[in-house]
């Protein structure tokens, strides 16, 4: 049963933008937040962005910090991860994921914390 689909990958320049968007089904839709993690080749699944679906607070990883933006829709379904300045070190596969409604703030930087998990988008900065 598919919990969490994401869209939006693709090959983009350096210092271009791309959005993710990853939507929420059946049991997925009670969790307290929704993630975004990256995975290189041959590198750990690491942790990008989280929100609250309620209330909206963000967290990121530094990495990322005040070049992504994480947001979700009022419905609180579908999650979207806004891009720019990509680099060439951005290049990876980017998976959504969702918790199963019981997550705290501190356990959110571990993808073994999460319940569920998309099928993952690549995201590719080349010239």
């Known amino acids: 049963q598919v919990q969490l689909v994401e869209s939006g990958g693709g090959l983009v320049q350096p210092g271009g933008s791309l959005r993710l968007s990853c939507a929420a089904t059946g049991r997925a839709l009670d969790s307290r937040f929704m993630a975004w993690f990256r995975q290189a080749p041959g590198k750990e699944r690491e942790f990008v962005a989280a929100i609250m679906k309620r209330g909206g607070t963000t967290y990121y990883s530094d990495s990322v910090k005040g070049r992504f933006t994480i947001s979700r829709d009022n419905a609180k379904v579908t999650a979207f991860l806004q891009m720019d300045s990509l680099n060439i070190g951005d290049t990876a596969t980017y998976f959504c994921?969702?918790?199963?409604?019981?997550?705290?703030?501190?356990?959110?930087?571990?993808?073994?914390?999460?319940?569920?998990w998309g099928q993952g988008t690549q995201v590719t900065v080349s010239s």
């Open positions: 994921a969702a918790d199963n409604g019981r997550m705290i703030v501190s356990s959110l930087w571990a993808a073994r914390n999460y319940d569920y």
